[in-house]
């Protein structure tokens, strides 16, 4: 009776067996996948060195051990500017008294203080390396036999070689001649030729009756048989004549001269062909003959000595050969191996962050406006010079400005423009000159402005405005005023009238002499036109576009609502009633040129690069950005203007004056209600005018009692601002009778006084905005700002005389635009306190933390212009935080509510850009008191541990990117201002900052081992941040203590964790061993140990033992991960080999390392991948390979095995051995020889390996057998990475580590070489290009469709090139597992370079050819040079067995 298998037996009912096979099957995998790596403890790096400061400074590599001198320093890089000098005032600091004013000078005056590692570009990946040349220029081309037929066919796909195909074709006559027929028209009969190569290199010229080739020829013509081509033009128009060896001719005739030159071309070039091969036949012919003659008299002798005597230079050249010279002669123009890797040939840098920029104005759409001409239908000579020419009767003022119709608001500040000619401008003199006398008498003549004289500031003509979100409803707006000189409609009449234009040009302009002697300061509306400005959205200028005719201005609608109404109406001209004044408007739009100079600010600070001359000399127009968070950017400049509107004066119900109907608003900025206060010289003024002046008018309008105003009125604040300053507005009734009698007594009463109105600047210490509601008072009592409100006008006993019972009559709009005011009431507040507490007030308990708590409803826009300002105070107040562990906690919320709103924003790389150029830590300001990374560190940890804020604690997960930067800088620029660096590493930071960064390290642990699942993109992003903070904490402080982190770190991910966390442990690991100074970190060089410790481990620096993952920590933790991950699933197997394979290949190409020498001990590092590669040898070979490797017989090998003595005490690097089965493998089955050619079996693995292919690919790693097939792309990978080493590393090394093996581990060596050639060897272009085309494989990922433009190229080529045999197997099919990514690691998408998604042109193909022929050829030497060496190192050996 056959024995009942142990499975049977337990089973209790039928159709359990699937599930105990589930449950038996996961247990295995378990106890083998499961096993979690050994946690070695690192070596005390820092003792290490001390200790061995000798050996490390005597070896002769000690570059490869010590860490450079002056790794970590700080520049000072100064403010690049766009102003020829600084924006901010030279005595601004000593000016200001509020301290939030003083922080935002000192911000933007001070220069950007960032630390600079000098190594830094070898702290990335392989792609952030400063070489840049990771292809070879010119990739070397090799010729393989496989490619014998295949360039055939390349030939034949040529014009003059197509065999069998058509080399050329077309309609000719030809002549059906014989002896007794004369030829003449009539015989030529049209016939269809085709010219082609048939497969023997002949060629032959058919005839038929039509294009189809299908019937049958009419006819043929052997071109080997003839040897001329000659034109017969008396024979037939375009006829030519093809004559044969025989004498024999044949007619043919095209139907036009070009088509009879391209057949005479064509024939004679294959006639002449011909002709030419004849001749070298013969040739060749007499010299085999000759040949064959001289052969037969030579004697036999010795080979070599022929060789010697031998003439032929390559027989020679053979006859002298040695080892040592075909070693040298294999190292000629050797190429990288991973030069023609994929990844390196694609070189995709997407990955890569961009580099973080400094601070910078923001730069939106700019365009420039040229004012030209503006003139009217009334056109006079008023000037004696002919050069004048005609102009306007009366001085016109221009007023230019964006309005954005689709978000229905102005978007600019208005620019002024004054294209008066001399003459007009001359009526002006006799009022503005004693009117600005006094205004004028403070400043000399020729004053000047930042070294430019003020003069050439008066007249500019070019504006320059800025729009940051462009589009087709953006209009710009001119608006024409006129000196006041009666109503709107009664000014305008004459310009619209068509009767004897010359005698009304008269008659206004002798008017408009004494309107403008007399009221020639006041303005009044006229017209308003527009033009569109852009295209389309993306800002393209409308260059062409022309201004709409000039509208006359309707006197009730003249606000910018009204404006904007306007447009409306305007943009629909079927239905617009608008009249419209005969005008020429001429204003240019443009683009700014390369070359543009002679600019100003819109404070009237000359731009870069500014020339002397004083033409055309432009100023920028301020845009009016809306208050929306992505439209902000951080301030950088000093900038300090307010701009004040009038908007409605309601007198129509007033009784205290008799006369208020033409209502002049007089504004002044003035510091003193006092009753000698002067008003402050920092309005800026209209055109024709100095730059600053004292007061500023409003338009006029005539006989209105309830006026309306439109203007703008721009200041310049002072840098301190106290309680005192305001704004006063004096109204006036203006007089426009115009009498010529009058005496200078009337003249007088131009003016007269119709009420005050006064706001102050400050109201709770800040700059009130928006609209404001203000009575007006009849009279200006002294100390009149203490009747601000309503109470204080009650109990007030100031004699104020209120117009309509104080009732808010006028009605006002203010807009601040400033670098150095908030209006933002809890920044004010923060601040307030701040410089309360730094003055030496008492600090209330608590308040801070009030203040602190209340900056989180701080408005979003304010948080992000005075980012740097706010960043900067909160970090100063956590570094002076004396006991208050709340006033630390709350102080990194806030910068952490800062950060989030930044990110949610898209605005993240402006805290990039403080990060590295603003921020600075400072010293406390009391002893004793910790640094801004001690505090910090305690902070972060503390709300890490806090059980009830998880939305701050993810938030603080999710951008702790921010926290591990300045704790980075805070610590850097801590040791090299204090000169710590100098000490040793143990002595630089106190022992506390340890023990507080490694409780923050076990408060991240849990989030994101536990957590990953909840908040997988918080988990990831601090996974990130904390393994860059750790790589950077190698260069400031004690290495063994951070090797500790790392550690635990490491430790706390489990064997059992799913596959996105298998991907952070290896991001984390890839992104610290990308450290600039990996290899010292890991000291390649030889621990020398007590004797007899050296003969119980001799594997110690071969092999992944404990003491080899301690002396070298990070490359034997690396080895260690990736050794197990070879053991799961496809994914983490992808990660594991993709992370070990970029950071050879930025070993191999780091040009700190390129001497052999040195690149020999790098690659010592990796020699336990060796065992690892191994102990995989049969899941890296492959059935495939294993089948198709010839070696030696058995009975050769086991005399070869014999021929070594027994091993004593040496451990293997292999699991298991079996003498009788050869090398065992860790799934159990091993590799046997059994044919005579000596080709590898597997023994039972096959049906194995067949049924690990169909399981299920899980993220799981319990659901994953161990022993399942490695891709194509990951064994090319490791191979690839086993050749590097093979090559680079010492001969000394490798023997010695050959010597450590027995017999059989030896022949698995060898093996593995056999196995490299397998991989890499060359299969042709005909097969390269089917495997770029062929289908996806079971298991494998569909490629992206190629476009059907790509597809019909391929499918050409493809059936030109593959009705031949094949001379080698196809590659084996490619996986493209484009979804399968591990964040900031590189793509590797196949094993081919080639983009499937793009489509794949014949070009492509050819090149991947190339590639592959370089690669399997480098294989082969290097491959080569491993066996050249072993037979010499195992030679009186291997000469044992030939004896």
């Not at 309005?683 to 409003?698: C, D, Q, R, S």
């Not at 009605?811 to 701040?834: E, G, P, V, W």
């Not at 071969?1102 to 993952?1109: F, K």
Request: glycine share 4%; charged share 25%; hydrophobic share 35%.
């Amino acid at each position: 009776m056959s024995e009942v298998r142990k499975f049977t037996k337990r089973l209790s009912k039928p159709g359990t067996a699937a599930e105990l096979r589930q449950s038996v099957s996961e247990a295995v995998r378990s106890s083998f996948v499961l096993e979690k790596t050994k946690v070695v403890e690192p070596l005390d790096y820092e003792n290490v060195i001390l200790q061995r400061r000798v050996q490390i400074y005597s070896d002769p590599l000690r570059d490869l051990l010590i860490f450079p001198i002056e790794d970590v320093s700080i520049s000072i890089i100064g403010r690049q500017r766009r102003t020829v000098q600084s924006t901010v005032p030279e005595d601004a600091l000593k000016k200001a008294q509020s301290l939030f004013v003083k922080e935002c000078i000192k911000t933007y005056s001070s220069d950007w203080y960032v630390v600079n590692y000098k190594y830094e570009e070898y702290s990335g990946d392989f792609r952030m390396l400063p070489c840049k040349s990771f292809r070879p220029d010119k990739i070397p081309s090799h010729v393989f036999e496989i490619d014998e037929d295949f360039e055939k066919d390349e030939d034949s796909s040529s014009l003059c070689s197509q065999k069998g195909g058509v080399i050329k074709q077309g309609w000719l006559h030809k002549a059906n001649i014989n002896s007794t027929i004369t030829v003449t028209m009539k015989v030529f009969k049209r016939r269809y030729f085709y010219l082609s190569q048939l497969t023997d290199g002949s060629y032959i010229l058919n005839s038929y009756k039509d294009e189809k080739i299908s019937k049958e020829s009419k006819g043929c013509i052997f071109l080997d048989a003839c040897n001329d081509v000659v034109q017969c033009p008396k024979m037939r128009r375009y006829a030519f004549e093809l004559k044969t060896i025989d004498k024999y001719s044949h007619y043919l005739a095209a139907e036009t001269e070009q088509e009879m030159e391209e057949w005479l071309v064509t024939l004679r070039k294959i006639i002449q062909s011909n002709t030419e091969s004849l001749v070298q036949e013969k040739k060749d012919a007499v010299e085999s003959v000759q040949d064959d003659e001289s052969s037969t008299q030579g004697k036999s002798e010795n080979i070599l000595e022929s060789l010697e005597r031998s003439m032929h230079p390559e027989l020679m050249k053979y006859g002298r050969e040695t080892d040592q010279l075909n070693k040298l002669s294999r190292n000629d123009g050797r190429q990288n191996i991973f030069s023609f890797d994929p990844e390196v040939q694609r070189l995709d840098f997407s990955g890569i962050e961009p580099d973080v920029k400094p601070f910078e104005e923001k730069c939106s759409r700019r365009f420039v406006v040229c004012c030209q001409d503006f003139s009217l239908n009334l056109l006079a000579q008023l000037s004696d010079t002919a050069e004048e020419g005609p102009t306007n009767v009366e001085p016109f003022f221009l007023s230019l400005a964006l309005f954005d119709l689709k978000n229905n608001c102005k978007i600019s500040a208005d620019f002024h423009v004054d294209l008066n000619p001399p003459s007009v401008r001359d009526m002006l003199l006799d009022n503005s000159e004693p009117r600005t006398e006094g205004t004028q008498g403070h400043c000399p003549v020729q004053s000047l402005v930042h070294g430019i004289p003020e003069s050439c500031l008066r007249y500019i003509k070019w504006g320059v405005f800025s729009v940051t979100n462009p589009h087709t409803e953006i209009f710009l707006v001119a608006r024409v005023e006129k000196v006041l000189q009666g109503s709107i409609a009664h000014c305008v009449e004459p310009y619209m009238k068509n009767s004897d234009p010359g005698k009304t040009a008269q008659k206004v302009h002798k008017v408009a002499k004494q309107v403008c002697s007399r009221l020639g300061q006041y303005r009044m509306p006229f017209g308003w036109a527009a033009r569109p400005v852009f295209k389309d959205s993306q800002g393209t200028l409308d260059a062409n576009g022309k201004f709409s005719p000039l509208y006359k201005q309707d006197s009730g609608k003249l606000s910018n609502e009204d404006m904007l109404k306007l447009l409306a109406e305007y943009k629909k001209p079927e239905k617009t009633k608008l009249q419209v004044i005969p005008a020429q408007l001429n204003i240019v739009i443009k683009d700014i040129p390369l070359d543009f100079t002679n600019c100003f600010t819109a404070s009237f600070i000359p731009i870069k690069p500014f020339g002397k001359g004083c033409e055309d000399i432009a100023v920028e127009v301020e845009e009016l950005v809306p208050e929306v968070a992505k439209y902000c950017y951080p301030f950088t400049v000093y900038k300090n203007h307010l701009y004040v509107y009038p908007l409605h004066l309601k007198y129509e119900n007033q009784k205290v004056f008799a006369k208020a109907r033409n209502i002049a608003v007089c504004l002044e900025f003035r510091d003193s209600d006092e009753v000698d206060a002067k008003p402050l010289k920092c309005i800026y003024g209209k055109p024709g005018g100095p730059l600053l002046t004292t007061n500023a008018y409003a338009a006029v309008l005539h006989h209105n009692q309830s006026p309306e105003f439109y203007d703008e009125i721009k200041i310049e604040l002072p840098i301190h601002l106290h309680q005192k300053h305001h704004l006063l507005f004096t109204f006036y009734h203006v007089s426009c009778e115009i009498s010529t009698k009058a005496t200078s007594k009337k003249q007088d009463t131009v003016e007269t006084q119709v009420g005050y109105a006064w706001v102050p600047l400050l109201k709770d210490g800040r700059i009130a905005t928006l609209e404001r509601h203000l009575p007006v008072s009849s009279n200006l009592p002294p100390g009149y700002l203490g009747l601000g409100d309503t109470e204080s006008r009650k109990q007030s006993s100031m004699d104020a005389k209120w117009v309509d019972g104080a009732k808010p009559l006028f009605k006002i709009r203010i807009h601040l635009d400033s670098t150095i005011y908030t209006q933002d009431m809890h920044l004010h507040k923060f601040f307030h306190y701040c410089q309360l507490v730094q003055a030496g007030a008492k600090e209330v308990p608590g308040e801070l933390v009030k203040y602190l708590k209340c900056l989180h409803a701080m408005e979003i826009q304010v948080m992000i212009q005075f980012l740097p300002v706010i960043l900067m105070q909160l970090f100063r107040v956590l570094t002076n935080v004396t006991q208050e562990d709340e006033v630390a906690v709350n102080c990194t919320m806030v910068l952490l509510h800062i950060v989030s709103t930044c990110h949610e924003e898209g605005l993240d790389h402006y805290l990039r850009s403080f990060i590295k150029y603003v921020f600075r830590a400072e010293k406390p300001s009391a002893k004793q008191v910790k640094m801004t990374h001690e505090i910090l560190v305690l902070s972060m940890a503390t709300i890490l541990k806090q059980s009830a804020d998880f939305l701050a604690i993810n938030k603080l997960l999710k951008y702790s990117w921010f926290f591990f930067e300045a704790l980075a800088k805070s610590m850097a620029m801590y040791l090299l201002e204090e000169n710590k660096i100098k000490l040793p590493r143990g002595q630089r930071f106190p022992e506390s900052y340890q023990h507080a960064l490694h409780s923050l390290l076990l408060a991240i642990i849990p989030h994101v081992t536990i957590r990953y699942n909840e908040i997988p993109e918080e988990s990831r992003n601090v996974n990130f941040s904390l393994a860059n903070f750790l790589k950077r904490c190698l260069t400031f402080m004690d290495r063994g203590f951070v090797f500790n982190l790392i550690n635990d770190y490491i430790s706390g991910f489990s064997p059992k964790d799913p596959k996105l966390l298998v991907e952070y442990k290896f991001e984390f690991l890839q992104t610290v061993c990308n450290h600039e100074h990996y290899i010292p970190l890991n000291l390649p060089m030889t621990f020398s140990k007590p004797k007899l410790q050296r003969v119980q481990d001799i594997n110690l620096e071969y092999s992944l033992t404990d003491e080899y993952c301690r002396h070298h920590f990070l490359v034997g933790m690396l080895l260690r991960e990736a050794s197990v991950a070879l053991q799961d699933n496809y994914d983490i197997r992808y990660t594991a080999i993709s992370v070990l394979k970029n950071l050879l290949i930025k070993h191999a190409f780091d040009n700190r390392y390129q001497h052999k020498n040195q690149q020999a001990k790098i690659a010592q590092l990796y020699l336990p991948l060796f065992g690892v590669l191994l102990e995989n040898l049969q899941r890296v070979a492959g059935h495939e390979a294993l089948t198709s490797c010839p070696v030696s017989s058995p009975a050769s090998r086991d005399e070869f095995i014999c021929s070594f003595p027994s091993p004593s005490s040496r451990s293997s690097l292999i699991a298991d051995k079996d003498p009788a089965c050869g090398a065992a493998l860790p799934n159990g089955h091993a590799i046997k020889r059994e044919d005579s050619k000596g080709s590898l079996n597997l023994e039972g693995a096959t049906s194995s390996l067949d049924q690990c292919e169909n399981i299920r690919r899980s993220s799981m790693r319990s659901s994953v057998s161990h022993c399942s097939r490695l891709d194509q792309f990951e064994i090319r990978t490791l191979l690839m990475c086993y050749l590097y080493i093979v090559k680079m590393i010492s001969e000394d090394t490798l023997l010695a580590y050959w010597n450590k093996f027995s017999p059989q581990e030896l022949i698995n060596v060898l093996v593995l070489l056999e196995v490299c050639l397998f991989h890499f060897r060359y299969v042709g272009k005909r097969n390269i290009a089917s495997s770029c085309m062929r289908a996806p494989g079971p298991g494998e990922r569909r490629l992206a469709v190629s476009p059907p433009a790509s597809c019909r190229v391929h499918d050409a080529w493809l059936s030109k090139h593959t009705a031949a045999d094949r001379k080698s197997q196809t590659m084996p099919a490619l996986r493209s597992r484009a979804g399968v990514r591990l964040q900031h690691l590189g793509s590797l998408e196949t094993s081919f370079t080639l983009n499937h998604n793009a489509g794949t042109s014949e070009a492509d193909i050819v090149h991947q050819a190339l590639l592959e022929g370089n690669i399997a050829t480098e294989v082969c030497l290097t491959v080569l040079d491993t066996i050249s060496f072993f037979t010499q190192s195992f030679k009186d050996r291997m000469d044992s067995l030939l004896l």
